[in-house]
């Protein structure tokens, strides 16, 4: 019900809820804005000086007016309680566990989208701050550790399988970075010092989606969006949405890329 608004594609379970509101908050804003207007024009005609040369001290006396007021804070906390917080809800409370979906650590700096996943065995290795290089390291892992070994890490280059659920934890390096996908339908800050998981679930792959736009070229794009700084332009991510075979079939090359390069340096060809 919602192409009338131009949204973004829409490539995510959760996503149709978010577009219904949306559209809902919208012709309610519409109806809001005619009664307004109209009452407005009304009032301007209706007390013209040339037919109330005096002003009226009484004001109002009929109720309507309180009616309507009450109308529409009942419409509005309708949206708010019955919508607008139980989405909100599902996407911070109901995170889904580790076991059932894909977990992937999403670090911004100045100006990019640091990617890592635990790899195969699941766990997200060491880190420390003295490993960091910003060409050969930028997330300082720790390849020593035997868990940070099969450690995949990306830059501005996000793998995903379709269908399932993903888990994005975002960390920032030094300012505000903001994680924005719009066809996903979620937009959440990045923070110094904090920890913050968003999850989503996306359903078309990046090849559905080239057939459906049409476009042979369209790629998913994470726009920062916060203002970062003066690079802000340049740190644009893509997502590739891909099937459970082809991601595997990724993360099995990159592992076998680690393998080659004996873990510590491999991140210097990302
Ligand atoms: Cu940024």
Redesign the pocket.
């Known amino acids: 019900m919602t192409e009338w608004l131009g949204m973004p594609a829409l490539a995510a379970t959760h996503g149709l809820q978010i577009d219904n509101l949306i559209g809902w908050i919208h012709i309610f804003m519409l109806i809001l804005f005619v009664g307004w207007g109209g009452f407005f024009l009304y009032a301007v005609v209706r007390f013209r000086q040339s037919r109330n040369p005096v002003a009226d001290y009484r004001g109002v006396t009929s109720n309507r007016s309180i009616y309507s007021e009450i109308g529409v804070a009942v419409v509005e906390a309708i949206l708010l309680v019955g919508f607008a917080i139980p989405i909100w809800a599902a996407r911070v409370e109901s995170i889904p566990p580790e076991s059932e979906a894909l977990a992937v650590q999403l670090t911004?700096?100045?100006?990019a989208?640091n990617v890592r996943y635990a790899g195969p065995d699941g766990i997200f290795g060491r880190t420390d701050i003295k490993l960091i290089d910003l060409q050969s390291n930028p997330l300082g892992v720790d390849r020593s550790d035997p868990a940070a070994k099969d450690d995949v890490t990306t830059v501005n280059q996000l793998y995903l399988p379709v269908n399932k659920p993903i888990i994005v934890t975002l960390r920032?390096k030094d300012?505000?970075?903001?994680f924005n996908v719009p066809e996903f339908r979620v937009k959440q800050d990045?923070i110094p010092g904090l920890t913050i998981p968003i999850w989503f679930i996306p359903n078309v792959t990046t090849t559905e989606m080239r057939a459906r736009t049409g476009n042979p070229e369209f790629q998913y794009e994470i726009a920062?969006?916060?203002?970062?700084?003066l690079?802000?332009d340049r740190?644009r991510g893509f997502v590739t949405v891909q099937s459970g075979e082809e991601f595997q079939k990724w993360m099995d090359d990159e592992q076998a890329k680690l393998k080659e390069l004996g873990g510590a340096g491999a991140d210097i060809f990302r």
Request: with cysteine; charged share 5%; proline share 0%.
């Open positions: 911004g700096e100045q100006f989208w920032s300012v505000i970075h903001s990045a920062c969006a916060q203002l970062c700084g690079g802000h740190m």
